[in-house]
């Protein structure tokens, strides 16, 4: 069985292979295909990567859920810091949310390789992509944090701490929701669906992250052009097309394509999972496992692909608290049983985790990096086809520490509406 073949796109297949080689293969014999890049470390034993599944499956398990989007490392990592400043059984939980599947490197621990990850993506910033982002920990009318606690944090994770104002739960919301636009370079973000209710001494984890990518080789302004995207709802948008090499698998058993597709200077990659057929992605939200991630990543090859986008924002504001609790921190939102001894020297009957917030935005867009038209010309020979006109899953993650940044999923694409939902 092979992925769905629109008659148009058999049509319009000869204009997309042109446009995916720059050069008139007529005057210039194409180049050898290059070495492919090295693989980046595998999933298994990342501690980003076992959160963020576990993560994403307890968000999609709510099925009203649309367009999907967080960052597994942060999130990770300020899990990680404040970790750091607790004790007893309220450390044990927020370890327990980091640990792997199989051992991690040789003694590294969860906290080394996330900080380790986190540096890496901030050295790779205005390179490979475009990040606005930050980790702060709010607390409310909360016992003086220790400056042991904030220099580790701050050092490790990036970890900001500002204080919440005296004011009641919508001051507090605004008060968030103005930091969130303002790490996000003021770019407007949906209001969280329920009133923070922050007792005192409260502590909310907030994450926020934007973040455009810029491809290896560029999506042609000219190759783009207006489609029908089959998703929640039918609409119109605009689709970006290139044929290149690219790594790829298709998983004839689940019936998945898995496409990954390598930012500028191969810093960081973009992996997209998508069905063969027209379909929401409930069925691959419940099929994903770390274990058949990493087989499909370790089973891409270098492939001739013919690839087209919808050109999209993906945005969602999430509140994390019930997702958390249900894969088994439960003890750091009780006031009672919370030890946070670590963060404060008076934190007993205190200080509890009142909210784990997270703001994120990711663009597909046709840009690519500095120097594109420098690169040398692909070869491309019978090519595979992945048209995301559908739903899809999208990861994106380092390519030096194999870290997963982003992990969400495009069920809806804005524009012109067809018809009803199916």
């Known amino acids: 069985m092979h992925p769905r073949l629109p008659v148009y796109i058999l049509i319009s297949l000869p204009v997309l292979l042109a446009q995916g080689n720059t050069a008139d293969s007529s005057k210039k014999t194409p180049a050898a295909p290059a070495s492919p890049p090295p693989r980046p470390p595998p999933p298994l034993g990342d501690p980003s990567w076992a959160l963020g599944l576990r993560l994403y499956q307890a968000l999609r398990s709510d099925y009203s859920s649309v367009n999907t989007l967080f960052s597994p490392l942060l999130v990770a990592s300020s899990l990680g810091a404040l970790g750091g400043g607790a004790a007893g059984t309220t450390a044990s939980q927020l370890q327990d949310l980091l640990k792997t599947t199989t051992p991690a490197k040789a003694g590294t621990h969860a ?6 990850a986190l540096k890496s993506f901030t050295q790779a910033n ?5 990040l606005h982002t930050s980790s702060a920990l709010f607390s409310k009318q909360a016992p003086a944090v220790t400056q042991a606690f904030v220099k580790d944090s701050q050092a490790k994770f990036r ?6 104002g005296k004011g009641d739960s919508k001051a507090d919301l605004m008060q968030l929701h103005g ?12 209001p969280l669906a329920a009133l923070i209710q922050a007792k005192a001494g409260a502590l909310i984890l907030a994450n926020a992250l934007r973040f455009k990518g810029l491809w290896e080789r560029e999506f042609s302004v000219d190759s783009t052009d207006r489609r ?4 929640k709802k039918y609409t119109k948008v605009m689709m970006m097309h290139r044929a290149g090499q690219y790594r790829y698998h298709e998983d004839m058993e689940n019936m998945v394509q898995v496409l990954e597709m390598p930012l500028w200077e191969g810093k960081a990659s973009v992996v997209l999972l998508m069905p063969f057929h027209v379909d929401s992605l409930t069925r691959m939200d419940k099929l994903l496992t770390l274990e058949l991630l990493s087989k499909w990543l370790e089973k891409t090859n270098m492939t001739s692909v013919i690839i087209s986008l919808p050109i999209a924002n993906i945005t969602s504001t999430l509140s994390l608290q019930k997702q958390l609790t249900a894969l088994g921190l439960t003890d750091a939102w009780d006031q009672k ?17 009142g909210g784990v917030l997270h703001w994120a935005s990711l663009e597909l867009a046709a840009q690519a990096g500095k120097g594109d038209a420098e ?3 692909e070869n491309i020979d019978k090519p595979k086809m992945f048209y995301a006109d559908h739903p899809f899953i999208i990861v994106v993650r380092d390519n030096a520490t194999g870290a997963l940044l982003l992990m969400g999923a495009l069920d809806h694409a804005e524009g012109e509406a067809l018809h009803d939902e199916l």
């Open 337 to 353: 049983a919370a030890d946070f001894s670590g963060v404060s020297d008076k934190s007993k009957g205190k200080l509890h985790l």
């Open 111 to 116: 906290g080394d390789l996330l900080s380790g």
């Open 179 to 190: 930091w969130a636009k303002s790490v996000l370079g003021g770019l407007e973000v949906a």
């Open 126 to 130: 205005g390179t490979s992509f475009h």
């Open 228 to 231: 029908t995207f089959l998703g």
């Open 159 to 164: 970890l900001q701490h500002q204080p919440l």
């Open 375 to 377: 690169l040398e010309e």
